[in-house]
Nanobody
């Protein structure tokens, strides 16, 4: 059974940085689409960063230029990071990683539908 576990959340001040991690166990695939989502209080879950097995990556407009998604190059682990910088109060949310064992849907990667596997989330709080 594939399992995703996020870590790295916490509380930071405006302008600060955090690095989130997502470990995927038993995710034995040659193709994948890994996405970081977030859900703030009273808001819908939204995709903010995506990374495909080809190396393609992109970001939502709200985080572009501030967040970076990457994968650990150790082939023995499946570890994806989300480096978050210049954090704003509106970035406060529960952050989730999601995975699919196929190429990303370039026209809908930011929606929940394409993903079969989800983590439990890690909380990010940003104080002003």
């Amino acid at each position: 059974q594939v399992q995703l576990v996020e870590s790295g959340g916490g509380s930071v001040q405006t302008g600060g940085s955090l690095r989130l991690s997502c470990v995927a166990s038993k995710f034995y695939v040659s193709r994948y689409c890994m996405t970081w989502f977030r859900q703030g209080p009273g808001k819908e879950r939204e995709g903010v960063a995506v990374l495909e097995w080809t190396g393609w990556k992109t970001y939502s407009d709200s985080v572009n230029g501030r967040f970076t998604i990457s994968r650990d190059k150790d082939k023995n682990t499946f570890l994806v990071y989300l480096q978050m910088s210049s954090l704003k109060p509106e970035d406060a949310a529960m952050y989730y990683c999601a995975a699919d064992g196929r190429s990303c849907r370039r026209d809908s990667w930011w929606t929940e539908t394409p993903y079969n596997y989800w983590g439990q989330g890690t909380q990010v709080t940003v104080s002003s």
